[in-house]
């Protein structure tokens, strides 16, 4: 009987917590305090359940304490005056919506995602706030990811929470005009976890590899909770190309493998099968955006799973139409990396002349791009200079060691 | 604002500065991530250090110093060098550190420093 409720408890934690602590928050606006309430209500159902038996509907069970200790709570400390009376009422509500079957309650994350993307919000808070809150990931994991101090991060989540709290960011999914902008900030927190926006533009390798499972994770929830958006299938799409050739990126060794260099047969290609029908949804929504041009790029070079060869014009065209929309430092480079593949070092050489010193200054794909480009001009001193860069910006000892390996004897 | 990383090393990783074959491995990668750290105008100064048993330690107990051959500390790792580095706040200065060269038995140490003492 214990066992049999411990397991239960834990079971609902695992399947259920971040729904219940989003129906929670939803209804009271305080991140922090649904969620303490919620692990109250977990301590009581550790000490209720083996002596009582587990109740029908755990989920309903654990909402009526959570909400309870939640109504107490605002009443003891009446944060917010004006709001209190309204939050008591949306509280009681709240119980007609869980009760009998807690498996229909509704599942409010959607909203915990836009919340957690919040214009308010600081861009380097909203991916851990949203690893923490919707996927229920400790802070010491989110930490240790984004190479921050646990004690830190905890401090970090809790100030946030307090803003939301404090500055009454609404619980809502935005709609009409609102919509587009505050999805873009959705996708990219979500893509900011899956954390390819780093040091590779070709290999698109992930440095915080922990987190890229989560990242999918957190994409498919968005595709699900709100279906037909086009650029989140774009994101999907995006971040299967690159977790398909998370095998080969690495020889036995550990060492690097350019994508140039992968063998495609340790791609995979189930998810690249996916990847291309998630791609071919969103081109039909006729919507283009960001992510589903750079879904295009990777869908190339994933053509070559089927024995085709990379077509560089076409990656050069795509990266054109996304440096026009997204002209980030790294589609630029990325753009004059394809565009010297496909008409010559010397047209990339120009691109690249292009980008402002002062946003490449400790972008080491740059300089990986640049010494590569300089000694095709047979520049080989310069090439040398723009080498030691990219080794000196490393931030991976097996990529130090492919880019030295690469220098000319 | 200035930032120094302090770098502790194993008795392994000094032990490489005597074995010609791979002095190479240890100073090239640091070579190259200084003359990064200079071309991105970031660097203040730094320095190498000599092994730590090299070490003279000097301690004013009472009211005379007494002076004994290092290290200072019994740890596993030991000061190897500094380097100090100009950048606008802490999340820039640790996206520094993180690209310093790794070696199993490396640790690095990242501080702020207090206001800049003027040669």
């Given at each position: 009987m214990t066992d049999a409720a411990r397991q239960t408890i834990e079971q609902v934690a695992r399947d259920s917590r971040t729904r219940l602590v989003a129906f929670l928050a939803a209804r009271c606006h305080d991140l922090a305090a649904a969620e303490d309430a919620l692990s109250e209500a977990f301590g009581s159902a550790l000490v209720d359940w083996p002596r009582?038996?587990?109740?029908?509907?755990p989920e309903a069970w654990l909402l009526t304490v959570a909400r309870r200790r939640l109504i107490d709570t605002v009443r003891h400390e009446k944060v917010c005056a004006e709001a209190t009376p309204k939050i008591l009422a949306t509280l009681e509500d709240a119980q007609s919506a869980a009760h009998?079957?807690?498996?229909?309650?509704?599942?409010?994350r959607l909203k915990l995602l836009f919340v957690c993307a919040h214009p308010a919000i600081a861009a380097n808070a909203r991916t851990p706030l949203m690893l923490q809150?919707?996927?229920?990931?400790d802070a010491a994991r989110i930490a240790s990811a984004f190479l921050v101090k646990p004690a830190a991060m905890g401090q970090r989540l809790s100030r946030v929470k307090a803003k939301i709290r404090d500055a009454g960011i609404a619980f809502a999914v935005p709609s009409g005009k609102d919509l587009p902008a505050r999805l873009d900030a959705v996708l990219e927190t979500i893509y900011a976890a899956y954390g390819?926006?780093?040091?590779?533009?070709?290999?698109?390798?992930?440095?915080?590899?922990?987190?890229a499972a989560e990242a999918i994770e957190l994409g498919a929830l968005l595709m699900r909770l709100l279906p037909n958006e086009a650029e989140t299938l774009g994101l999907c799409a995006l971040m299967l190309y690159c977790e398909s050739r998370r095998q080969a990126?690495?020889?036995?060794?550990?060492e690097y493998i350019p994508l140039s260099e992968?063998?495609?047969?340790?791609?995979s290609a189930p998810m690249i099968e996916q990847a291309n029908h998630l791609l071919r949804i969103a081109e039909r929504r006729q919507c283009i955006g960001r992510f589903q041009l750079e879904a295009a790029i990777q869908s190339e070079h994933a053509c070559r799973v089927r024995g085709v060869n990379t077509n560089w014009e076409s990656i050069a065209l795509l990266y054109e139409g996304l440096v026009r929309i997204a002209p980030t430092t790294g589609a630029r480079v990325g753009r004059a990396a394809a565009v010297a593949r496909a008409r010559g070092a010397s047209s990339g050489w120009d691109l690249l002349q292009q980008i402002p010193a002062s946003s490449v200054a400790s972008y080491q794909p740059y300089w990986a791009v640049a010494a590569d480009l300089l000694e095709q001009l047979h520049r080989f001193d310069e090439a040398d200079a723009a080498r030691v860069r990219a080794i000196g910006l490393c931030q991976d000892e097996a990529m130090r060691a492919f880019l030295a390996k690469t220098k000319p004897a | 604002m200035n930032f120094t990383i302090l770098i502790h090393e194993t008795a392994d990783i000094f032990a490489m500065r005597d074995i010609p074959e791979r002095r190479a491995e240890l100073f090239v990668p640091v070579g190259a991530y200084l003359d990064t750290l200079r071309a991105a105008g970031v660097f203040v100064g730094g320095a190498g250090l000599t092994a730590p048993a090299t070490a003279s330690v000097l301690d004013h107990g009472h009211d005379n110093w007494t002076v004994q051959d290092g290290p200072f500390a019994d740890t596993k790792e030991q000061l190897a060098g500094i380097i100090i580095i100009d950048v606008p706040d802490r999340a820039q200065a640790l996206d520094w550190a993180r690209r310093f060269p790794t070696l199993p038995g490396r640790k690095l140490e990242l501080r702020a420093n207090l206001a800049p003492i003027h040669a």
């Open positions: 009582d038996g587990i109740p029908d509907s009998d079957d807690a498996r229909t309650f509704p599942d409010e809150v919707v996927l229920g990931l390819s926006g780093w040091d590779d533009i070709a290999g698109a390798d992930s440095r915080r590899k922990g987190l990126r690495r020889g036995p060794h550990g992968q063998d495609v047969t340790r791609w | -």
